[in-house]
């Protein structure tokens, strides 16, 4: 028998739990129509305060942890719920993500926003029975993660063998910063 190829699927919006946009319309309908016996999908989304209380009524808390993002480490809480047969994880951290907005005002700190959530992305793979073969990140919002992986994860067992492929919805979001976030914000000499 063939074993299954595993794949998590990471982005910051998929409907019907918040959409501002085409990603979210892929998120949604993506890993729903590529499960099948040989491929094993997973979501992992941010915990954003615009994800409507009929979904999050049926959340359900896994764990928490704390994410090490340059000099600090930062609160992760994981919550999980199967949407239409895929399982979604819902990365909670109220600083980064309980706003009233999906994307930032003023973009005075998206990077470190994105930064927190692509570093999260692999460590809630420690406290998952799920390791992929694959990590599809989407967009800027998920770009460090396969930076991530190769700086500080890929020497571990449970990641050397992982794969990423990086999809671009809408290549006019770029998440342009200078070289001065780098270390501070992302923890990247």
């Not at 982005?11 to 129509?33: N, R």
């Not at 609160?75 to 999980?80: D, H, K, P, R, W």
């Not at 794969?163 to 342009?176: D, P, R």
């Amino acid at each position: 028998m063939k074993e299954k190829l595993r794949v998590l699927f990471a982005a910051f919006e998929a409907a019907p739990f918040m959409k501002t946009g085409g990603l979210g319309d892929v998120a949604a309908s993506l890993p729903g129509a590529v499960q099948c016996p040989t491929i094993e999908m997973r979501v992992v989304l941010p915990k954003l305060r615009q994800i409507g209380a009929e979904y999050q009524k049926k959340m359900k808390f896994l764990c928490s942890f704390y994410v090490p993002l340059g000099w600090r480490s930062q609160y992760c809480g994981i919550l999980t719920m199967e949407y239409q047969g895929v399982p979604v994880y819902f990365i909670d951290n109220e600083y980064y993500f309980g706003r009233g907005y999906i994307y930032g005002q003023s973009n005075s700190d998206e990077g470190e926003r994105f930064a927190f959530f692509s570093r999260a992305v692999l460590e809630t793979l420690f406290y998952i029975d799920f390791t992929p073969d694959i990590i599809n990140c989407n967009d800027w919002q998920t770009a460090l993660v396969p930076v991530y992986l190769n700086l500080y994860y890929r020497h571990l067992d449970k990641f050397n063998r992982i794969k990423t492929v990086f999809t671009i919805h809408n290549i006019a979001y770029q998440g342009k910063y200078g070289t001065d976030i780098l270390e501070d914000t992302c923890g990247i000499g």
